[in-house]
């Protein structure tokens, strides 16, 4: 059973791509994600369904990601090393694989003392780098970690997070040439808005020639009033705003605020496309999945490549 990732056959064909974020609820309600999912039907290629996000619990990614391709969309299954031993990873990888998901995005997971269970034990047995190493021999090896063979391997688009604004900057580059010499296959961005700075980190990455080894797809996050904007400037670690994305938006009435943020969003994608080596935009409207079609619309976009 070997199933090529829509994404990876939206990036083989030369397009770029589009993906975007679906919250699980906080409860065992089926409906919800399926109200989200289908919100981003036809606009996206895949969407990607978070693990435990801010360390809060909810419904798991892997459950989520069934209901999706249930109703025929393309889930990316999201992994935190944070929650759970080599052993759980992997477990949860095959059962992923074994109902038809094939495409994954491998991450660290935001600290327990920033959730709702401050005292939950970290288990971090393996770092995200080495979970993309372990996928990576799970699909290439037909191998587990701990060197058993498997039958049926997963074949899995391999996905990781990349953070352009964190300190120290000129590790950066670095940084993700070690995701991809661990076998990584994309890569989504952290959101960015300071566009010089990202430029620059592009530069770097294509100066190296990690552009020809990666997809990168391009975080793009659209603001919905100017308090976020200070609170992901002041509040959130490895965020870079500038003043003028503040400034904009404290210039308009609190009502047109909203629909400033997508027109922000909106040309941060068109000067975004014009960047060499980047090759799609990862859509992260917390909690306001409804705002996608419009900004992919409006961003050239839409309709998205029928792909064979």
């Not at 989200?36 to 369904?49: P, Q, R, S, T």
Request: charged fraction near 25%; include cysteine; charge should be neutral.
């Amino acid at each position: 059973m070997k199933t090529e990732s829509v994404l990876e056959k939206v990036f083989n064909s030369g397009q770029l791509a589009v993906t975007s974020e679906c919250g699980p609820p906080r409860g065992a309600l089926p409906e919800k994600v399926i109200e989200k999912a289908k919100m981003l039907e036809g606009y996206v290629d895949a969407i990607n369904v978070t693990d435990n996000q801010t360390a809060m619990v909810r419904m798991s990614s892997l459950a989520a990601c069934i209901l999706i391709k249930q109703i025929g969309l393309d889930p990316i299954f999201q992994m935190v090393t944070r929650d759970r031993n080599r052993l759980a990873m992997q477990s949860d990888i095959i059962g992923a694989y074994s109902h038809g998901i094939n495409t994954m995005l491998c991450l660290s997971g935001d600290h327990p003392h920033f959730g709702d269970h401050p005292m939950a034990a970290n288990v971090y047995d393996l770092d995200s780098v080495q979970l993309v190493q372990t996928v990576r021999k799970m699909r290439d090896e037909g191998k587990f970690q701990g060197g058993d063979d498997i039958l049926n391997p997963p074949k899995m688009f391999i996905g990781a997070a990349a953070n352009p604004f964190a300190d120290p900057f000129e590790l950066r580059v670095a940084r993700l040439a070690k995701k991809i010499n661990a076998g990584v296959d994309f890569i989504q961005t952290q959101c960015i808005y300071n566009m010089a700075k990202f430029e620059t980190w592009m530069q770097g990455v294509c100066d190296r020639g990690l552009d020809k080894k990666v997809h990168i797809m391009a975080g793009i996050t659209p603001m919905k009033s100017v308090g976020m904007a200070r609170y992901m400037k002041n509040r959130v670690p490895g965020m870079d705003v500038p003043d003028e994305i503040v400034k904009r938006l404290a210039g308009v009435s609190k009502k047109e605020q909203p629909q400033e943020g997508i027109k922000i969003a909106v040309e941060q994608i068109q000067r975004l496309k014009e960047v060499p080596g980047v090759h799609g935009f990862h859509i992260m409207a917390i909690e306001w999945e409804q705002k996608v079609p419009e900004i992919v619309e409006k961003a050239g976009l839409y309709p998205r490549p029928e792909i064979k």
